[in-house]
């Protein structure tokens, strides 16, 4: 993997912590850690793609960025557990991997 694909998955992080901050934000601080998280989400797909296949960045930005969101609020904020949402959330991660191994990336500057 190199340098800009774990940008990518940097990126997922950070949309998922915004993601859970506009659903849970209660205060000033919260908000900010959550605008920081934004800008840093964005900025990290926006420069990626200017590097490696831009829709398969953004599939697996989103692709991660939905189940990191489901899985947090599953297990850390007591959504219900489902089985069913679980095989779709592994689907969908299984997915994604298969579009990054099939995808004919060409790496521009320094990877």
């Known amino acids: ?3 800009k694909w774990l940008l ?6 950070f ?3 915004w993601v859970i901050g506009l659903k849970h934000a209660d205060n000033v601080w919260e ?3 959550t605008a920081i998280a934004m800008i840093v989400s964005f900025w990290a797909l926006i420069y990626t793609s200017k590097f490696l296949p831009t829709s398969t960045v953004y599939a697996v930005f989103v692709g991660l960025g ?3 969101t489901v899985a947090i609020e599953m297990f850390v904020f007591g959504e219900r557990v489902d089985v069913l949402k679980l095989f779709f959330i592994g689907l969908l991660l ?3 991997v298969g579009l990054k191994l099939v995808s004919n990336e060409k790496v521009g500057g320094n990877a």
Request: aromatic share 10%.
């Open 31 to 33: 908000w900010i850690i």
């Open 94 to 96: 299984f997915g994604v």
């Open 66 to 68: 939905t189940a990191g």
């Open 15 to 17: 949309e998922v912590g």
């Open 8 to 13: 990518v998955l940097v990126a997922s992080v």
């Open 1 to 3: 993997m190199n340098r």
